[in-house]
């Protein structure tokens, strides 16, 4: 048996299942072998290790396709690549690619090997190697997007089983808290653990005491009344306060700020203390200091809690009290969260194949282009699904983000992305034919709805984005998981067929290594591809707007207020990040000049593939095209971090600009389109032209190490300058 010793332990379990898949107990299996029920326990425990002949004679005992197969997996010799646990899912294309590269070992030991044939080994190894470390990893996020209220939290609740029970009500039953919209504070994360338990990041303090500020702006001006006449900006705006109500809300319970309520002669009156407070003390900073001083940051220190054993509340009941304690700033040990976890002991999904973390993202409200969303359409394993009202399928904002995407040039937006419509009852039956008659039922009603929503994502070139319907109310979650399931799969499942194509790729190579008409086929391949390469040595840096995303972004700004309270975050802030903005500015124009001259050397790959001529060559060609994509993903997602970055350290620095455009808050009406005019005259000036060069140096330095990547692919040298 080839099996190690440390690896040993972990087949027993699996051994067991196989055993009790075949509906033998232990008992029974211990009466057709040579030893006792006692050792069979052990081996299957991991206690003992059996030997070659003890595994032979269990597996043959069972008999099962199942136990043949385990039989043959522990016989494998894993020399390539680290040897996956037996229940993979994708444990037969590992061990295709752990063969494929066992023969490009032996290949590269021929002396006498041409050097164009090298070349495909090198190749085939790197993506073979690449491909598997993705499939090794079974971890995958399932985030969730979607704007306030429209019933995201409570799907999730209902999908993963966090449900209390004993209520009739489902919104009494979710352990999320939910509402007519705006209420969970931050991103929340579901994963399985130990047992129940909740975790939480916490936000730094600055970040506090600036929407502590924006809360203290806003009573003050509460308690103003205009004595000239005019129309200040936050009259205009309708929403003088810049940050979210969620936050407020915190805020108010850790300082026992909230409101209270009273009858006097029948009538129900508010009684705000944090107003009166405000008038009491009539100085912001003084104001700032008393309610920062009252909700006691220095005490909040907790970072998690732990389902009790014996507790008298069920698991789902605790968590649910502890979950609305934290998320509303009344629990006296937390402070306010970045970001909260829960825990559960159950798999997530009730998948036993891929552990997976659920994101419930925080609620689109103003804008739907921010970092925290956007980034999951870079993560390979990430499932992106976009929760979309039903009449409203798909929402604009849903739209906007799938659009940015695109022009961020980010790939397998279909594969890996799923439009979650969230009907509630009796919504799909409202749904008319063409004529004018009504579904008979919910399942005809989505069929309709889907064709509207595939006619939408047409227009943005998207038709093949899964659209999935759940009523959460009455709707069984089990087929919906199963699908979210499949979707992962379906996914990996692409990555499987890569390995299976260049294990064939490198089986005709094994056959055609000395055939000489191949060599010269290779060489004729490679020679066309060099031509191309030298010929595009550079790119052309035409100056374009890099600006023009977050100016748009403004200008779609809802309130006022919003654009004010970034602006005195020096641009940093989440709702209306001028940095993510900028970031995407730079990798738009990256896709702009790189992008399109890959398209154009992806234009003579495909022809040489296409070519039947060149057939010999087209698992090469396909390696290549493999290889360089993935490198201009990696450049892309490097173009947008450092155009953050650079911008954030010469724009954040710009103290003039800033306090230019706090001032000019309450100076009249139009304080959104100042600000914008403002911001779109910032990048004509000398103070970002530095910023400017350092961009396009980087675009270039990115082209430059494809460049170098494309031509180590065509030459026995090493891409040394890849490394730089």
């Given at each position: 048996?080839i099996?190690?010793?440390?690896e ?24 057709e072998v040579t ?8 081996i ?28 043959s ?8 690549l ?6 993979h899912?994708n ?29 495909q ?5 790197s ?10 990893s ?10 306030i209220?429209?019933g ?7 999908l ?20 007519a ?32 500020e ?9 308690t ?5 006449g ?31 309520r009273?009858e ?30 009252k909700m ?13 054993e ?11 009290e502890?979950?609305s ?12 969260p ?5 825990i ?6 009730a ?8 994101v ?34 798909p ?5 906007s983000l ?5 022009e ?6 279909c ?7 969230l009907?509630?009852?009796?919504e ?23 064709d509207?929503?595939?006619l ?8 093949d984005v ?16 199963d ?26 190579l ?14 004729h391949?490679?020679s ?36 004010r ?24 124009l990256?896709v702009e ?36 994509n993935?490198?201009v ?6 173009v ?17 600009f ?7 808050w ?8 100042a600000i914008?005019?403002?911001?779109d ?8 032209a ?13 082209w ?21």
């Open positions: 048996m099996v190690s010793v440390r040993e332990s972990s087949i027993g379990p699996f051994l067991a299942r196989i055993r009790e898949n075949a509906g033998l107990s232990q008992a029974q299996l211990a009466k030893f006792s029920t006692a050792t069979l326990s052990r299957e425990s991991g206690e003992k290790f059996a030997t070659d002949d003890e595994m032979t004679e269990m597996l043959n005992a069972i008999g099962t396709d199942e136990a043949k197969d385990l039989g997996f522990v016989k494998q010799n894993w020399d390539e680290a040897r996956p646990p037996f229940d899912p444990r037969q294309a590992l061990w295709e690619a752990n063969s494929a590269l066992r023969k490009l070992a032996i290949l590269r030991q021929d002396k006498d090997l041409k050097a164009v044939f090298l070349r080994i090198d190749l085939y190894d993506e073979l190697r690449r491909i598997a470390i993705f499939l090794n079974r971890e995958h996020q399932v985030a969730f997007i979607g704007s209220g429209v995201k939290s409570t799907a999730i609740c209902k993963t089983g966090l449900l209390k029970l004993g209520e009739e009500k489902l919104d009494r039953q979710i352990v999320l808290e939910t509402g919209g705006g209420i969970t504070l931050c991103e929340v994360h579901i994963s399985q653990g130990p047992r129940y338990g909740l975790r939480v990041i916490p936000r730094v303090e600055d970040s506090i005491r600036r929407d502590v924006d809360f203290c702006d806003y009573l003050m001006a509460s103003r009344q205009p004595s000239n005019q129309t200040s900006s936050d009259e205009e705006d309708g929403d003088p306060l810049g940050i979210s109500k969620e936050v407020v809300r915190a805020i108010r319970n850790m300082a026992d700020l909230t409101e209270k009273r006097e002669n029948g009538k129900r009156i508010r009684i705000d203390p944090a107003k009166e407070l405000a008038k009491q003390l009539g100085n912001v900073q003084e104001l700032c200091i008393h309610i920062l001083t006691d940051l220095l005490r909040r220190n907790k970072r998690d809690e732990w389902y009790p014996n507790h008298p509340q069920s698991p789902a009941q605790w968590l649910q502890l979950f304690a934290v998320n509303n700033g009344r629990h006296l040990e937390f402070s306010l970045q970001k909260i976890e829960i559960i002991p159950d798999a997530v999904f998948s036993r194949e891929l552990p997976i973390r659920i419930d993202t925080k609620g689109i409200d103003q804008t739907a282009e921010r970092q925290d969303l956007e980034c999951h359409f870079d993560d390979p394993r990430t499932l992106v699904v976009l929760c979309s009202r039903f009449n409203d399928a929402e604009v904002a849903l739209q799938l659009r940015r995407a695109k961020a040039g980010t790939r397998d937006i594969r890996k992305t799923v439009l979650f419509v009907p509630r009852p009796d799909a039956l409202a749904v008319k034919h063409d004529d004018g008659v009504r579904v008979e039922d919910d399942c005809e009603g989505y069929d309709l709805k889907r509207q929503i595939h939408r994502l047409n227009q943005q070139g998207l038709a899964s659209v999935e319907f759940f009523n959460a109310r009455d709707e069984n979650p089990k087929g919906m998981r699908r979210f399931i499949a979707k992962l799969m379906e996914h990996r499942q692409h990555y499987a067929e890569q390995i299976s194509r260049l294990s064939a790729a490198v089986d005709r094994n056959e055609n290594r000395e055939d000489e008409q191949i060599r010269l086929v290779f060489e391949v490679m066309d591809l060099e031509t191309w390469i030298q010929n595009n040595l550079e790119i052309d840096l035409i100056e374009e707007g890099v600006q023009k995303p977050l100016v748009d972004a403004i200008d779609a700004t809802r309130h006022a207020s919003t654009v309270a970034a602006v005195r975050r020096d641009g940093d802030w989440y709702n209306l990040d001028y940095y993510h903005h900028l970031a995407h500015g730079v990798r738009v990256g000049h790189i992008g399109k001259k890959i398209e154009a050397f992806k234009i003579i790959v495909n022809n040489q593939i296409n070519n039947e001529d060149l057939a010999p060559a087209k698992g090469f060609l396909e390696g290549v095209i493999g290889r360089v993935a490198a993903d990696d450049s892309y997602r490097r947008q971090l450092a155009g953050r970055e650079a911008f954030k350290q010469t724009l954040a620095k710009d103290r003039d800033w306090s230019k455009c706090v001032d000019r309450g100076k009249g009406p139009g304080y959104r389109s914008r005019n403002m911001t005259e910032e990048f004509s000036s000398e103070f970002l530095e910023v400017h060069t350092l961009i396009f140096g980087l675009l270039e330095a990115e430059n190490s494809i460049v170098v990547l494309m031509e180590s692919l065509l030459h026995e040298e090493e891409p040394a300058a890849s490394a730089a």
